[in-house]
């Protein structure tokens, strides 16, 4: 299994999963179909499917471009969701599974962000771990926004199903937004080293023009504060949930001094 990152719009990532052994190859979000189409052919691969996390442009807004170019392709995504996914082929919900190739990727359910937003996993069992594209679910040291869903869902998103993942899980997400992340992360809990140290090397790999995709489950639970809401310091007596929301409306309202 190879997953490539591709660089889109203003900070998105699409991603191109590759199934080495076939040529096999689906593309993640493809939201701008050029970069990612170039790769495809760059690499002499067969795609056979989109996986699309979530209805907003920025990430499905490519789904009926490419099924126009190739139109073997089939479109995936929420099937709960379906009205407003473009292009969809295939719907899908918590628990499916779809081939690439000979990979199995396994449809996981985290409404939130969007009431209809999906995540898939790929590479389960495999040596180096799985690797989740989570969309606007879960980023470097955040989480999306709460557009169409509440705090308890997002406890139940992170904790109840990313969280029943192996530790290794490499979490790919679907935009660029570590720096401002870690930074917000630092004023949360300010004395948390690992964060201090993931924010240095984000802000050289940022300035050396790489990704900071990706990173690991058991890495952002040392720094993500969204999956840190049990922490004492960071809970103040409050539920998970009610930690969550508070640190949701605080990141909302935090500018970078």
């Given at each position: 299994m190879q997953v490539v990152p591709i660089p889109i719009l203003a900070d998105n990532y699409a991603y191109l999963l590759i199934d080495p052994a076939t040529g096999d190859a689906a593309a993640v979000d493809p939201a701008?179909?050029?970069?990612?189409?170039s790769e495809?052919?760059?690499r002499g691969l067969r795609l056979t499917h989109v996986l699309c996390t979530h209805h907003h442009g920025d990430h499905s807004g490519g789904n009926v471009?490419?099924?126009?170019?190739?139109?073997?392709?089939?479109?995936?995504?929420?099937?709960?969701?379906a009205a407003r996914i473009p292009g969809l082929t295939h719907g899908v919900g918590h628990g499916d599974v779809v081939q690439v190739g000979s990979l199995t990727v396994r449809v996981l359910f985290v409404p939130c962000h969007t009431r209809g937003h999906v995540a898939f996993v790929a590479g389960e069992g495999a040596h180096e771990g799985p690797a989740l594209f989570c969309g606007?679910?879960?980023?470097?040291a955040g989480c999306g926004r709460f557009f169409e869903g509440s705090a308890e869902q997002m406890v139940t998103a992170l904790f109840d199903v990313l969280?029943?993942?192996p530790p290794e899980t490499r979490v790919y997400c679907g935009h660029e937004y570590a720096v401002a992340n870690l930074t917000f992360a630092a004023t949360v809990e300010p004395?948390?080293?690992?964060?201090?140290r993931k924010l240095a090397w984000a802000v050289a790999q940022r300035a050396a023009g790489l990704p900071t995709v990706p990173s690991t489950l058991a890495e952002e639970r040392e720094y993500n504060p969204f999956l840190r809401v049990h922490v004492p310091a960071l809970a103040r007596g409050d539920t998970p949930a009610a930690c969550m929301a508070r640190l949701r409306d605080a990141k909302n309202a935090f500018r970078p001094a």
């Amino acid at each position: 299994m190879q997953v490539v990152p591709i660089p889109i719009l203003a900070d998105n990532y699409a991603y191109l999963l590759i199934d080495p052994a076939t040529g096999d190859a689906a593309a993640v979000d493809p939201a701008d179909p050029g970069p990612v189409l170039s790769e495809v052919r760059a690499r002499g691969l067969r795609l056979t499917h989109v996986l699309c996390t979530h209805h907003h442009g920025d990430h499905s807004g490519g789904n009926v471009a490419i099924a126009d170019a190739l139109p073997h392709v089939a479109v995936v995504g929420p099937q709960v969701d379906a009205a407003r996914i473009p292009g969809l082929t295939h719907g899908v919900g918590h628990g499916d599974v779809v081939q690439v190739g000979s990979l199995t990727v396994r449809v996981l359910f985290v409404p939130c962000h969007t009431r209809g937003h999906v995540a898939f996993v790929a590479g389960e069992g495999a040596h180096e771990g799985p690797a989740l594209f989570c969309g606007d679910t879960l980023f470097v040291a955040g989480c999306g926004r709460f557009f169409e869903g509440s705090a308890e869902q997002m406890v139940t998103a992170l904790f109840d199903v990313l969280g029943a993942l192996p530790p290794e899980t490499r979490v790919y997400c679907g935009h660029e937004y570590a720096v401002a992340n870690l930074t917000f992360a630092a004023t949360v809990e300010p004395e948390n080293q690992a964060i201090h140290r993931k924010l240095a090397w984000a802000v050289a790999q940022r300035a050396a023009g790489l990704p900071t995709v990706p990173s690991t489950l058991a890495e952002e639970r040392e720094y993500n504060p969204f999956l840190r809401v049990h922490v004492p310091a960071l809970a103040r007596g409050d539920t998970p949930a009610a930690c969550m929301a508070r640190l949701r409306d605080a990141k909302n309202a935090f500018r970078p001094a």
